[in-house]
C-alpha cells in the first residue's frame, strides 16, 4: 500500500469524484512500447469495461536464472500522473497478490459467484492511487523461473526481486519515476514490506553515492546493512540493472495485520483465544507453560507448527547459518523434543476446542461450497493437516475458512448491478481460481501466454519452500532501522483476526518505545461510524479496523477505503486535504 501525490504543491488532485463515471474516456498519455504491450483493453466479465488505463504482463529480474515477476498495474481513475504509486503484497509466504489484493480486496472489481462475470467494487483503491499488485516470489501465481531451485527462497531474495522489478517497471513507465511511491501490504507482507523498504534505502544510498562520484557501496548503513547491500547489489548485477541508477522515490509503507515477531505474535494470539472464550481455561494455561512461541509459527494444528520447512540460507542468504539447534547437547535436545511434543498436543486441543470456525475472521462463516475439486482447496487442506507446504496459513484461508467478496449470485450482479457495500462472500477464493483459470482472462491478462506454465494458477503456491529462519525471525530491528529514515510508518490491525491478532500488534509497536505524540483515540469513517482506534507515536502511527479479519479491506472495504485515505492525504497541505474529505462525503450522499 502506498502512494503520493503533489506532496510539495498547493495543486489539488480529485481522487475519488471519478469512482461513478463508469465508460468515462480514459486518459491517454505518452507509454513505452513495452508498456503499450502490456496493455488490457478489457477484462472478460467485466460489467461496463474498464474506466481507467490497465497493464499487465512481466518483468525479468534474473535474467540469467530465467525469473521474472508478474503483475497488474491499474493507473488511478483520475489525473494518474499526479496520483502517488502504490505496491500491494500478499503474505503467505507464497499467496498471490492477484487473488487477494486485486480480484477479492482492494482491486476495482470482484468476481461473481460464477467466477466467470465481475462486479465493480466501489472501494477500488485506484480511486486514489495508482496501484500495482505483484505476485512474489517467483512461482507463486503466474510467476515463473526456469531455475528449480528459486524455489528455495527466503527473505534476502524476496526483497531483492522485488525491488528489481520496481526498476524495471520504472523504466517500462518512466513517468513515475519521480511520483511519491508507498508500499503496502497484510499478513506476511510484515515481512515482505519492511524488507523491500529497507532494500529500497539501501539501493538508493548507492545510487546517491554513485551520483557524488563515491564508490558504490563503500558504507553500509548499519549492522547487516552491509551483507543485505551486498546481495542486493549482486542479484541487481545479475539482473543487469546497474544499482548507481536505481533510485526508487520512497515515500513510506502502509501493513496491516503483519506477522512481525513470533514470540508477541503468537502470545498475543492465544490470549485473544482465551479472551475470546475460543478455548478453555486448562488448554490456555497448558500452552503457556510448555510452548517457546519464538520457534512456533502462526498457532496452528501443533503438528504442523512444529514442523516448518528448514533452513534454505544456501539458496537465499549472503553467508551460511548455524542451523538454531547446532552446538546443544542430546539431553538438552530431548528435553525440548519432550516439550515440543506436549505444545503441539494441546495446540490440537485448543483447535479442536476452536472447531471449524473461520480463524481469520472469527464472527464470520465459513464457506458450504464443495471445493475439493481445486487446486487450491487440495493444498491448503494440506496446509491446514501439518502437510510439508507452510506458506498460506497467513496468507488465505482454507475452503472452508475463507475470507471473501460481495454476495453476487449468478442473477442480477452478474449483469452489471452492484450493492453499495459488498456483502460478504467467504466462497470467493474459488470464484476467483475460477476467473483467472479463465483462457480468456489469461490472454487478456498477457499472463501464461508465451511460456506456457505447469501448473494451474492458485492462491497460494504449493510450489514455494521458504525459509524457517526467515519466518521466525522478528522485524523489529528492521523497524527500528526504518523509523531513523524519516519514512512515514503505518501499522493497522483488523481486530477480529484469530492468526495474527491486535493484542499482539499492539504490543510489537509499544515495545519499539517510541514517545507518543497523540494518544489512544477513536477514527470515524465517512458513514460517520467508529472506523477503529489509533495512536500516533514519533515515526509511527498504529491504528485499529473496528470488526475487520485478517484481509481488512475485503472485511470492512469502506473502512480500509478511509484509512487508506487518511494515510496518503492527512498530511497533505491545503487544499489536497480537504478536496479528499469532501470526496469522502459524496460518497454518502
Request: proline share 6%.
Amino acid at each position: 500500500m502506498l502512494v503520493a501525490l503533489l506532496a510539495h504543491t498547493a495543486h489539488a488532485i480529485a481522487p475519488f469524484s471519478s469512482w461513478q463515471q463508469h465508460g468515462a474516456i480514459k486518459a491517454r498519455t505518452s507509454y513505452t512500447p513495452e508498456a503499450e504491450a502490456d496493455r488490457v483493453d478489457d477484462l472478460p466479465g467485466s460489467p461496463n469495461g474498464l474506466d481507467f488505463n490497465m497493464f499487465s504482463g512481466y518483468v525479468t529480474v534474473d535474467s540469467a536464472a530465467g525469473r521474472a515477476l508478474f503483475y497488474i498495474f491499474a493507473e488511478a481513475r483520475e489525473a494518474p500522473s499526479e496520483a502517488p504509486l502504490l505496491l500491494w503484497l500478499n503474505g503467505g509466504p507464497g499467496c498471490s497478490s492477484l487473488g487477494g489484493g486485486f480480484m477479492s480486496e482492494l482491486g476495482p472489481f470482484y468476481p461473481s459467484r460464477s467466477g466467470r462475470k465481475l462486479q465493480t467494487n466501489p472501494y477500488a483503491w485506484n480511486d486514489m492511487a495508482n496501484v500495482i499488485w505483484l505476485e512474489s516470489p517467483a512461482f507463486v501465481g503466474f510467476s515463473y523461473s526456469n531455475t528449480s531451485a528459486d524455489a528455495i527462497v527466503g527473505d534476502g531474495r524476496t526483497a531483492a526481486d522485488a525491488r528489481l522489478f520496481l526498476l524495471g517497471f520504472l523504466k517500462r513507465f518512466p513517468q513515475y519515476t519521480h511520483s511519491d511511491f508507498y508500499i503496502s501490504g497484510e499478513s506476511y507482507a510484515g515481512h515482505y514490506v519492511p524488507n523491500l523498504a529497507w532494500e529500497i534505502v539501501l539501493g538508493n544510498k548507492r545510487a546517491q553515492e554513485a551520483d557524488t562520484g563515491a564508490e558504490s557501496g563503500s558504507a553500509s548503513a548499519a549492522g547487516a546493512a552491509a551483507e543485505a547491500g551486498s546481495a542486493a547489489a549482486a542479484a541487481a548485477a545479475a539482473a543487469g540493472v546497474s544499482p548507481g541508477k536505481g533510485f526508487i522515490n520512497l515515500k513510506g509503507f502502509l501493513v496491516g495485520n503483519a506477522w512481525t515477531d513470533p514470540a508477541i505474535d503468537n502470545e498475543g494470539a492465544l490470549d485473544f483465544w482465551y479472551s475470546h472464550a475460543m478455548i478453555g481455561e486448562e488448554s490456555y494455561r497448558a500452552l503457556k507453560q510448555n510452548c517457546d512461541f519464538s520457534v512456533i509459527g502462526p498457532l496452528m494444528r501443533g503438528s504442523q507448527a512444529l514442523t516448518m520447512p528448514g533452513t534454505h540460507t544456501k539458496h537465499d542468504q549472503p553467508q551460511q547459518q548455524q542451523p538454531p539447534l547446532a552446538g546443544k547437547g542430546m539431553d538438552e535436545l530431548s528435553r525440548k523434543d519432550d516439550k515440543d511434543a506436549t505444545c503441539a498436543k494441546w495446540l490440537d486441543i485448543a483447535m479442536a476446542e476452536q472447531g471449524n470456525i473461520n480463524i481469520y475472521e472469527i464472527y464470520a462463516d465459513v464457506c458450504s461450497k464443495d471445493n475439493s475439486g481445486s487446486f487450491s482447496a487440495g493444498s491448503r487442506q494440506q496446509q491446514q493437516q501439518g502437510g510439508k507446504y507452510y506458506g498460506a496459513l497467513l496468507g488465505h484461508a482454507s475452503p472452508l475458512e475463507t475470507v471473501g467478496g460481495p454476495d453476487s449470485g449468478d442473477g442480477g450482479a452478474d449483469d452489471g448491478a452492484q450493492p453499495r457495500r459488498p456483502r460478504y462472500d467467504p466462497c470467493v477464493d474459488g470464484e476467483v481460481e475460477t476467473y483467472l483459470n479463465l483462457p480468456e482472462v489469461q490472454a487478456a491478462l498477457h499472463a501464461n501466454q508465451t511460456r506456457k506454465l505447469p501448473w494451474r494458477w492458485s492462491d497460494c503456491s504449493g510450489m514455494v519452500s521458504y525459509s524457517r529462519e526467515d519466518l521466525l525471525s522478528s522485524m523489529l530491528p528492521t523497524y527500528k532501522n526504518l523509523l531513523g529514515t524519516g519514512l512515514k510508518v503505518w501499522v493497522f490491525s483488523g481486530d477480529v483476526d484469530g492468526i495474527v491478532p491486535v493484542l499482539g500488534s499492539r504490543r510489537w509497536v509499544a515495545s519499539l518505545g517510541l514517545p507518543t505524540l497523540k494518544p489512544w483515540r477513536p477514527w470515524h469513517s465517512s458513514s460517520g461510524q467508529v472506523g477503529g482506534w489509533r495512536v500516533d507515536y514519533q515515526n509511527l502511527t498504529f491504528a485499529t479496523v473496528r470488526n475487520a479479519g485478517h484481509m481488512v479491506p475485503y472485511v470492512q472495504p469502506e473502512r480500509a477505503y478511509y484509512l487508506l485515505g487518511r494515510f496518503l492525504f492527512e498530511d497533505k497541505p491545503e487544499p489536497t486535504a480537504s478536496r479528499w474529505q469532501r470526496n469522502q462525503r459524496q460518497r454518502q450522499q
